[in-house]
C-alpha cells in the first residue's frame, strides 16, 4: 500500500458527541419511543461522511473513561469544575458505541488516559508506519500534534467548512513559531473548560506576545526581572502554577498501546446489526443512505451507495440526504410524565396528620424516602422535607420549617418509622439519606435497599440517576430539579427557597419512582442470581459506609505545616545540589534548559532523544532510565517529587477539613468502579502515595481522635496473588502460601532455575512484577516497560512462568474461553463484569477485554472479600459495644480510631474476621500495625 492509500482517522468520539448534542438542541430528534436520539444520529452523519468523502483505508474512535487520569493525580481540581454531563448524552454514548462496532470499527479506551493521549500516541505511530494521520475533533488542544504527516481535522459545524490544519495552518492560527508552543500558550492562558488555572492576569494576546519574547513558560519564569508591575508580580507568584498547567495541557505520546495496522482497516459493516439498530432508533434515512434500500431524492445510486464499503468510488454529494432527516415522529408516544400519569401525592402537615402517616408506614414490610436538602454534601445539607411511598404511584410528603427546634420535632415522631428493624427502608443513593439524617440525631435502623446498587450490579458500567432509570424502565420521565431551583450555576437556588406546595409533587414523584424501580429491579436480580451479592454485601455495605463516613478522620494540620515547610526546604537543598553537580545554576523548571545541560554539557547520554521541538526530554521515563548511573538525574526526579506532593496532598488536604467537625470525611462510591472496588473523592484516599518513602509520610497526618485513641491498621498481604493461586490451584503457589514462603523469591527461583537461597534481589523484583502482572494479562511489551529490560528477556521471562505455573496459564485460558462463551465474567460471589468485545474480530477491542476476562474475577473477588470483611467487623464492633471505630478503607487496608484499651482485642479479633471473610483454600494473611498515626501503624 502506497503512502497516498495509507490514510488513518482517530475521531475523538466525545468532542463529536457533544457537537453532535449542542447541534440539535434546539431541534430535538425524538423517535416514537421517546427516545432522544440526536446524539447518535449526529455522531453517526459524521462517520459516514468521512468514510463516504474522505474514503480513509483504516479508522478507530477513541473514548475517555470516568477512571481518574495521571493529570488528576497531578492536580486534584483538574476538570473539578465540569458541568453534569447532560443526560442525553449520557443516554447516547453506550448507542454510539453499538453503532461504531456495527461497523465493525474498533472502539479504544483505557482508564488512566483521555482520548487526545491515545489518539496522540497511536497518530504518532502510523506516522512513522508511512500513514497520513487525520484526527477528527473541534479540540484546539490537538494543535500541539500536529506535523508533516499528522492533521488536525476539524469537521464542518454551524455553516463553517472542514477545517484540516498542519504546522502551518496552527501556527498561523495561534500566531506562534511552532506548534509546541501551543502547549505554552494553554499553560499561560490556562482552560475554564478543565479548570487548568494558568497565570493570573494573561490571556490570549498577551501569551502570544510573552512568547514571541521568551520562547516558552520556563523562560518566561526564568526572566521576570525583564517584566513589570502586575504582571512580573503575577509570575513571580504563580509561574510554577503556569508550568504545571503547560504539563495538564501537554496531550502524552507514550500511552500503553500500539499500533497494529490490520485492527484499523476499514471494513464492511455488520449489516444484521447496524439494521437492528437504525430500527430501534428509527433511523430510515440512514438506513436507506447505507443499504441503499430504496432511496427517494438520492443523487446516488444503489451500486454506489454500496460502493462506500466496497471500494467502488462514489461521487455523491449528500448534502441532500443529510437534509433529510428531520425529526423521526416527533413526541409520537413520549415519556409518561406527572402530568400524563395517573398519581395520588399529597403534602402532609401538622402533628395529626404526621401521626396517621406513621400509624400506616409502621405496619408495612417495605417504605421507601428521600431526603430533601440545602445541599448535596451530607455534611452541610439542611432538612426540607421528607418523602415516603409505600404503594405504587402514591406518596406522602412532609415539608419541615426553618427552624432546628421544630424540624427536630417532626423527627421525633418520625423516629419510631426509621428505628424500625422490621421495614426494609429503600432509597436512590439511601447513603446521603441516612448521613442527612445522622446529622440531625436520626438511626436508620433494618436492611437496606438502594436502587442506584441494584442497578449497578445488573449493569456495572451503566448510567444510574434516577432519571436514566426512570426512563429506561418505566418509560417515565421525571420533574427536573432545575425546574424548582434554576439551572447549575452559581445563581442556582436551593429546595429551601422553594414553596413547599411545589415541592411536594417533586419530592413525592421521587419516593415514588424509586420504589417503582425497585419493583422493576427484583426479578432480574433473581434472574441473574444476583440476590446474594446485593442483600448480603452491597446492602449491609450501605450503613457501614454511612458510619466511617460520619465518623471521619482527624488530621494533624501542625504535621502537614511542618511537612510542607521540610518539603520546601528539602526541594531548595536538592535543587541547589542540581546547580553543585551542574557547575551552573539555571531555570530546573524548565526541560529547554535542563535537557540543555544534562546532555550538552554533562554529555550523559551521547544518543538522548529529542522532541519534536528540537529540545532534548526530560521527562521522567528519561530521567528513571539514568538514575542509577547518574546522580544528578536521581536528584532532578526527587526534586520534581518533593514540588508535586507539596502542592496536590500537604497543602491541598487541609482545605478538606470539615469546621463543624474538625475532621475529614470522604464519599465512598459503591457503584463506580466495574470490578465492585469502592473508590472515594474529597479526598480520594486511593491516590495517596506508598510507593516512596516522602510519599508515605503523608500518612502521618492521618492521626487518632484524641489521646485515648491511637490508630490501628489491617491490611490484607497480596491478597489477588492468594486468590489466583486459589482460583487456578497451582500446587506450587498454594503450597508457598501455606508454608509462608516469600512468594515472590519462590516465584524467582521456579522461573531463573536457581535454588531458593541464591535468588538475587533483582531475581525478586522481576518475579514480583511478573506475579502481579500476569494477573493483568501483562504482555512482553508490557512486562519489557515495567521492568526496563529488551522484550525478547520479557518474553522469556513470562515463557519460564507459564512453564513453571502451568496451572495458572490453564486457568487463564479458561477464563477466556469462559468470557467468549457468556460474553461476561464472574466473581467469586457472582458479581459480573460484562465484556461484550470479547468475541471482537478486532484484535485490539478483543485483547482489552481477554485481560479484563482474566483479571475482573480476581480483582473483583478481592472487592467482595473486603467489603463482607467491612460488615462482619462493623457488626462485631457494634455487638461488642465497642468504643474503638472502623473510620478508612483504603485498597484493601482498614483502618481504625482504635481505644487504647481495646487494642490487643482488635488485634486478636479483626484479622480472624477479615481472614475468614471468605473461606478459600489459600491462607490470608492480615498484617496489624497500631501507632499514633496512620503512618506508624501502616
Avoid at 19 to 45: D, E
Amino acid at each position: 500500500m502506497s503512502k497516498d492509500n495509507k490514510k488513518l482517522f482517530l475521531l475523538d468520539a466525545m468532542a463529536l458527541i457533544y457537537r453532535a448534542h449542542f447541534a440539535f438542541s434546539k431541534n430535538p430528534r425524538i423517535n416514537s419511543k421517546g427516545l432522544n436520539t440526536g446524539v447518535m444520529l449526529g455522531f453517526t452523519n459524521t462517520l459516514l461522511e468521512i468514510l463516504e468523502k474522505e474514503k480513509p483505508s483504516h479508522i478507530a474512535v477513541v473514548f475517555d473513561t470516568s477512571a481518574p487520569t495521571f493529570r488528576h493525580k497531578q492536580f486534584e481540581a483538574y476538570k473539578a469544575n465540569r458541568q453534569e454531563q447532560p443526560e442525553d448524552i449520557s443516554i447516547g454514548i453506550p448507542w454510539v458505541k453499538q453503532i461504531v462496532k456495527a461497523f465493525n470499527i474498533p472502539t479504544l479506551e483505557l482508564n488512566g488516559y483521555e482520548a487526545d493521549d491515545i489518539i496522540g500516541t497511536l497518530a504518532k505511530q502510523a506516522e512513522k508506519s508511512c500513514y497520513t494521520v487525520y484526527m477528527m475533533t473541534p479540540d484546539k488542544d490537538y494543535g500541539q500534534l500536529v506535523d508533516d504527516h499528522i492533521f488536525l481535522y476539524k469537521p464542518a459545524f454551524m455553516g463553517n467548512a472542514v477545517d484540516v490544519m498542519g504546522p502551518k495552518e496552527i501556527c498561523e492560527k495561534w500566531d506562534i513559531e511552532n506548534v509546541d508552543q501551543v502547549r505554552d500558550i494553554l499553560g499561560l492562558m490556562g482552560d475554564a473548560v478543565d479548570n487548568i488555572p494558568g497565570i493570573p492576569g494573561i490571556g490570549a494576546k498577551t501569551a502570544v506576545k510573552l512568547l514571541k519574547q521568551f520562547g516558552s513558560i520556563e523562560e518566561l519564569v526564568k526572566n521576570t526581572d525583564k517584566l513589570k508591575g502586575k504582571q512580573k508580580e503575577n509570575v513571580e507568584k504563580y509561574g510554577e502554577q503556569g508550568i504545571l498547567s503547560k504539563e495538564l495541557a501537554t496531550i502524552i505520546q507514550d500511552v500503553p498501546i500500539e499500533y497494529h495496522a490490520d485492527d484499523f482497516t476499514v471494513e464492511p459493516p455488520d449489516e444484521e446489526n447496524l439494521k437492528a439498530l437504525f430500527a430501534e432508533l428509527e433511523f430510515k434515512t440512514l438506513t436507506k443512505r447505507v443499504f441503499g434500500e430504496g432511496v427517494k431524492k438520492s443523487k446516488v445510486k444503489v451500486d454506489e451507495q454500496l460502493g462506500l464499503f466496497t471500494g467502488n468510488e462514489s461521487k455523491a454529494d449528500t448534502s441532500t440526504e443529510i437534509a433529510e432527516q428531520a425529526p423521526l415522529i416527533p413526541n409520537a408516544e413520549a415519556l409518561d410524565t406527572i402530568f400524563s400519569r395517573p398519581h395520588d401525592y399529597h403534602k402532609v402537615e401538622g402533628e395529626a396528620a404526621i401521626g396517621e402517616l406513621v400509624n400506616y408506614l409502621l405496619k408495612q414490610k417495605e417504605v421507601c424516602f428521600d431526603t430533601e436538602t440545602t445541599a448535596l454534601n451530607p455534611n452541610k445539607a439542611e432538612l426540607v422535607g421528607i418523602s415516603f411511598a409505600y404503594i405504587s404511584s402514591e406518596a406522602y410528603y412532609i415539608p419541615f420549617p426553618k427552624d432546628r427546634e421544630n424540624i427536630d420535632v417532626i423527627l421525633s415522631q418520625l423516629k419510631p418509622v426509621f428505628e424500625a428493624e422490621h421495614i426494609l427502608k429503600i432509597g436512590q443513593n439511601i447513603k446521603y439519606d441516612i448521613l442527612v439524617l445522622m446529622n440531625y440525631g436520626i438511626a436508620v435502623k433494618g436492611k437496606l435497599y438502594d436502587t442506584m446498587l441494584a442497578h449497578y450490579l445488573i449493569e456495572p458500567e451503566g448510567k444510574h440517576s434516577m432519571d436514566w432509570l426512570a426512563e429506561q424502565y418505566l418509560n417515565y420521565k421525571p420533574v427536573s430539579i432545575e425546574s424548582l431551583i434554576g439551572k447549575k450555576g452559581k445563581n442556582q437556588g436551593n429546595m429551601g427557597d422553594v414553596d413547599p406546595d411545589e415541592v411536594a409533587p417533586y419530592a413525592s414523584e421521587d419516593a415514588d419512582i424509586t420504589l417503582q424501580l425497585k419493583t422493576k429491579f427484583d426479578p432480574i436480580i433473581k434472574e441473574n442470581k444476583l440476590e446474594k451479592l446485593l442483600l448480603e454485601v452491597e446492602s449491609p455495605l450501605i450503613g457501614v459506609l454511612a458510619a466511617m463516613e460520619f465518623e471521619g478522620v482527624k488530621i494533624d494540620t501542625d504535621s502537614l505545616k511542618e511537612m510542607s515547610l521540610s518539603l520546601e526546604k528539602e526541594s531548595k537543598e536538592i535543587e541547589a545540589k542540581v546547580y553543585e553537580m551542574a557547575g551552573e545554576t539555571f531555570n530546573l523548571a524548565s526541560p529547554k534548559q535542563l535537557g540543555e545541560v544534562l546532555f550538552n554539557k554533562l554529555k550523559l547520554d551521547d544518543k538522548a532523544k529529542k522532541t519534536k521541538t528540537g529540545q532534548y526530554a526530560t521527562g521522567e521515563e528519561v530521567l528513571s532510565k539514568l538514575a542509577g548511573e547518574h546522580e544528578i538525574a536521581q536528584a532532578i526526579l526527587d526534586f520534581r517529587q518533593m514540588v508535586k506532593l507539596k502542592s496536590t496532598y500537604v497543602d491541598a488536604l487541609p482545605a478538606l477539613i470539615n469546621p463543624k467537625t474538625d475532621r475529614i470525611h470522604t464519599t465512598y462510591n459503591q457503584f463506580v468502579a466495574a470490578t465492585g472496588r469502592l473508590s472515594s473523592i474529597n479526598p480520594n484516599l486511593q491516590n495517596i502515595p506508598i510507593r516512596t518513602e516522602r510519599g508515605r509520610e503523608i500518612r502521618k497526618a492521618f492521626v487518632p481522635r484524641d489521646e485515648n485513641h491511637v490508630i490501628l491498621a489491617a491490611d490484607y498481604s497480596q491478597i489477588e496473588l492468594r486468590i489466583m493461586a486459589a482460583f487456578s490451584q497451582d500446587e506450587s503457589m498454594i503450597e508457598a502460601f501455606k508454608q509462608g514462603r516469600d512468594i515472590h523469591a519462590t516465584t524467582a527461583a521456579k522461573i531463573f532455575q536457581v535454588p531458593l537461597e541464591e535468588v538475587t534481589g533483582d531475581m525478586r523484583r522481576k518475579a514480583k512484577t511478573a506475579n502481579f502482572g500476569i494477573i493483568y494479562g501483562i504482555s512482553a511489551f508490557g512486562l519489557s516497560q515495567r521492568l526496563r529490560i529488551p522484550r525478547g528477556e520479557a518474553k522469556e521471562i513470562i515463557d519460564a512462568y507459564f512453564k513453571e505455573f502451568p496451572a495458572v496459564k490453564a486457568y487463564m485460558d479458561e477464563c477466556i474461553e469462559k468470557a467468549r462463551k457468556n460474553e461476561y465474567v464472574e466473581t467469586i460471589l457472582g458479581r459480573r463484569r460484562y465484556l461484550r468485545d470479547i468475541n471482537s474480530r478486532n484484535a485490539t477491542m478483543r485483547g482489552f477485554a481477554e485481560r479484563n476476562a482474566i483479571n475482573a474475577p480476581i480483582q473483583g473477588s478481592a472487592a467482595d472479600m473486603i467489603k463482607l470483611a467491612m460488615i462482619h467487623v462493623q457488626d462485631w464492633m457494634i455487638k461488642e459495644k465497642l468504643k474503638s471505630k472502623m473510620i478508612l478503607q483504603v485498597h484493601d487496608e482498614l483502618v481504625f480510631d482504635a481505644h487504647k484499651d481495646e487494642v490487643d482485642l482488635l488485634k486478636k479479633e479483626i484479622p480472624q474476621l477479615m481472614g475468614n471473610a471468605i473461606k478459600i483454600e489459600v491462607p490470608l494473611e492480615v498484617e496489624v500495625g497500631v501507632g499514633k498515626d496512620w503512618l506508624e501503624a501502616h
